[in-house]
């Protein structure tokens, strides 16, 4: 049995989903956040106190694509784009880009939300973050013209890591970065009912 250590609008909504996309039953154990400080015994599963961590036996993963490429490896590869199929190479960049390019704004933006201060350097600073997260999307919106999803033609591991910041995008309130195409991607991802069954695990 996989057990998932989670917490709620954390990147471990990318690994209840692969699970729920894939039909796969998992023991989850939901964490308050941030567990490095509220859960000082999850430093025992990951040292870092980041979510997710996945466990599998005597194996314990820590990176929530590595998590869901596994996950998809052993139970739906179509999830994956395979070496030497076409638009492979599309397919790790926007996996990449996900987690990479798009979250690194959106984090800062978290992490500075957390520590409650206020005054003009974290004004600066959110702002930046807000215009670097801007900027970084349009790559997005050009990549989407003609496409309904980011590799293959067809709903793969790359959608379900892009999938995740446009989430945390909607909660924060910059639903108005987002091109009229990746409006419309993004509402087409999140309709998909094994995000929303994955999206209201506690
Ligand atoms: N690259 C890692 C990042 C993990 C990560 O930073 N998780 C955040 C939540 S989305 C976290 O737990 N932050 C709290 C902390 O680091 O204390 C992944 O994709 O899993």
Redesign the pocket.
Known sequence: MLTLYH?RH???L?VLWTLEELGIKAEVKSLQ?????LQPDYLSINP?????ALVDGDLVL????A?CEYIAAKHGPSLLVAPGEADRVQFLQWLWYG?STL?TPL?RM?TVGRLQRQGPDIDAVMADARDNAGVRLTSLEKHLEGREYLAAGRFTLADISLGYPLYLIGLTGLDHLLGPRSSAYRNRLHVRPAFQRAVSVP
């Open positions: 917490a954390t990147r471990s990318r956040f941030p567990p490095r400080k870092t106190g980041a979510v997710p820590t990176e929530s694509l998590i987690e979250m984090s978290a």
